[in-house]
């Protein structure tokens, strides 16, 4: 399959003032807040190089406590994040920092005998192989392996790739004599994105080896039960079988075996398409998938694990990417505001690890130190690649597939071409946009601003993702002239681009969803953006869900030309407020309210 679209570089792309940069900036405070020896200190231990007396003042607690058997998995996250910062910002100090870890990284190998590069005991894995129960070993060797990878390729570091090869010699011959049944067998554990890593070893060495050694993790029985159409996933840990499927896209990308092709389709299908999703774009409760349209009953304290938001948004990506479907992008803008922004501290960068979704919900979050949970690794890489989702470039030209403040550089046609994207962020102008139209006014619509700048004339199309939100067509002039161009699922303009401007204009409006198996129970929705009421048990609000303004009317608007997206109640027994889903911290909250006729 001919992708449709290209990724652009993340170094090509700069975030402007707004919630991604603001996001963006905590991530990285918190990274570089940790210290080195904290962050190694498992990896010491397993090679002998530190023997603590009691709990060290500092030490690394909770998941990462020397007690602990998933000890190390953070570290890799850590590094994936350090690297892909380092791309898009190249910060130096980022580097200095993550390529010091990598070496000591690699003196620890060297003490473990020139392989073992992980903070677990390789035991561990012997276990598994003999059908004991290991916690989630190869998934904490993964993240090892994975923050290697990352380092090598968006942070150049060779050192990192040497020990990936060399830690990938202990896996070629410990899976060697294993019959398919027993590999199957090992599979069923908790593998991670094993399958994954493989195939970017395979793709960065070309070594037929490592080849081989993608293949032995494939999870054969899940795919087969996939591709054959059968619902593999109700009930199933969820985040054990989405880095398996990525690493299924990652293995077609570089042997195009359309058997890992069908077996992504098929995840999608099953995992999305035909079982919906809570408002928030999450589909799990527990850690297990809900049933097919089936979420009423799974309300709770333990929806929505962080994990499953970001892999899901990865596998959206990498079908947008093949597809340039338009509802892959729609899953990513709804996941990025009432996941990846709502499950991150807005000052402290730790995560919570579930969402809560029922009736009087409070965020929990992590701790700095103490805590170090999977989403606390997660939550690093997640906020680390925010520019990869907002351009894409096509045979035609680039491709604007998400509503966030960026600036693009780009070549085309031989030309240094700059795309500037200004708009509200739900709030955000700069003071620099210059308005052709009427300046813009809220709730009723969002205004984007898009300034192209060429270094000579050069013909290309601008595509603009209509997003699913919008209301009626949007308005659209070019240096304040009305567009004519069409549009479907993008907003398409061909043109030759010298110095312009772009203003466009989507109408939207408050949209009451309901959860998928009962209808008189509904959430409010501001386009993309969930919004939360303020209320500590289940309220029932009067009125229809076919009139949500009915119901709630904008309050505390606007401050300093900011609009808040807040709401209050109406024509209800009492006020309730309610504010984005992602702005709140550790207030009690609401998301689904029974809907009765007055």
């Not at 003032?17 to 962050?39: C, I």
């Not at 994990?307 to 709804?334: G, H, P």
């Not at 209509?466 to 479907?488: C, L, M």
């Not at 606007?558 to 807040?566: E, Q």
Request: charged content about 25%; some cysteine.
């Amino acid at each position: 399959m001919e992708k449709k679209l290209r990724a652009i570089p993340l170094s090509d792309v700069d975030l402007l003032d707004g919630v991604l940069k603001e996001r963006t900036a905590v991530n990285k405070k918190y990274l570089m807040s940790l210290k080195n020896e904290n962050l190694l200190q498992n990896y010491y231990m397993e090679a002998l190089l530190w023997t603590p007396s009691g709990k060290p003042e500092g030490c690394h607690w909770g998941w990462e406590s020397p007690t602990s058997q998933v000890r190390g998995q953070f570290l890799g996250h850590w590094l994936s994040a350090a690297a892909i910062l380092y791309c898009s910002e190249g910060d130096a100090e980022v580097k200095a920092k993550a390529d010091y870890i990598v070496s000591e990284l690699a003196r620890c190998q060297r003490e473990n005998g020139g392989e073992w590069a992980a903070a677990i005991p390789e035991k561990y894995l012997h276990r598994i192989a003999e059908g004991k129960w290991a916690w989630a070993s190869l998934y904490v060797v993964h993240k090892t392996f994975m923050g290697l990878l990352d380092m090598y390729e968006f942070a150049g570091n060779q050192q990192a790739l040497d020990i990936a090869v060399n830690f990938a010699k202990w896996f070629v011959r410990w899976t060697a004599d294993f019959t398919q049944e027993q590999m199957d067998n090992i599979l069923e554990t908790e593998t991670g994105g094993m399958f994954e890593v493989m195939a970017k070893l395979y793709a960065t060495t070309k070594d037929p080896e490592h080849l081989q050694l993608m293949k032995r993790f494939e999870r054969r029985r899940l795919f087969d039960r996939l591709i054959s159409g059968e619902d593999a996933l109700t009930r199933m840990h969820a985040n054990t079988t989405i880095p398996e499927i990525l690493g299924a896209a990652y293995a077609y990308d570089i042997t195009g075996n359309d058997r890992w092709l069908k077996a992504v389709e098929a995840y999608w299908r099953c995992a999305v398409t035909e079982r919906g999703y809570f408002c928030t774009g999450g589909q799990t409760n527990g850690e297990l998938w809900c049933p097919p349209f089936e979420f009423a009953a799974d309300l709770g304290a333990l929806n929505q694990e962080h994990c499953t938001v970001y892999n899901m948004m990865r596998l959206a990506q990498w079908l947008f990417v093949c597809t340039s479907d338009v509802k892959y992008a729609d899953y990513i803008e709804r996941n990025i505001y009432n996941g990846i922004l709502a499950q991150q501290h807005p000052d402290m960068g730790i995560p919570t690890y579930f969402l809560p979704l029922g009736p009087g919900a409070r965020k929990k979050w992590d701790t700095l130190t103490e805590t170090f949970w999977c989403c606390n690794g997660t939550v690093l890489q997640a906020n680390s690649i925010h520019e990869s989702f907002i351009f894409y470039g096509d045979n035609q030209g680039v491709v604007i597939g998400q509503y966030f403040p960026a600036k693009l550089k780009i070549n085309i046609n031989n030309t240094a071409v700059e795309i500037t994207q200004e708009h509200e962020n739900w709030g955000h102008f700069s003071n620099v946009v210059k308005f052709t139209p009427p300046r813009p006014r809220r709730p009723k619509n969002l205004t984007v601003i898009v300034n192209v700048k060429c270094e000579q004339p050069t013909d290309f199309t601008l595509k603009l993702r209509i997003p699913r939100w919008v209301v009626g067509a949007p308005e659209v002039t070019v240096n304040g002239e009305e567009s004519k161009d069409s549009f479907k699922d993008f907003y398409e303009i061909k043109r030759v681009w010298s110095n312009d401007n772009v203003c466009v204009v989507f109408p939207k409006s408050l949209v009451c969803e309901p959860i998928p198996d009962k209808p008189d129970m509904i959430a409010f929705m501001d386009g993309p953006v969930v919004l939360a009421g303020l209320c500590e048990n289940e309220r029932a609000l009067f009125g229809s869900a076919d009139n949500p303004e009915g119901m709630l009317r904008p309050a505390d608007g606007s401050r300093m030309n900011k609009w808040t997206g807040n709401y209050i109640t109406q024509n209800q027994p009492e006020n309730i407020k309610f504010m984005p889903l992602y702005e709140i911290v550790d207030e009690r909250y609401t998301v689904y309210f029974p809907v009765k006729r007055p």
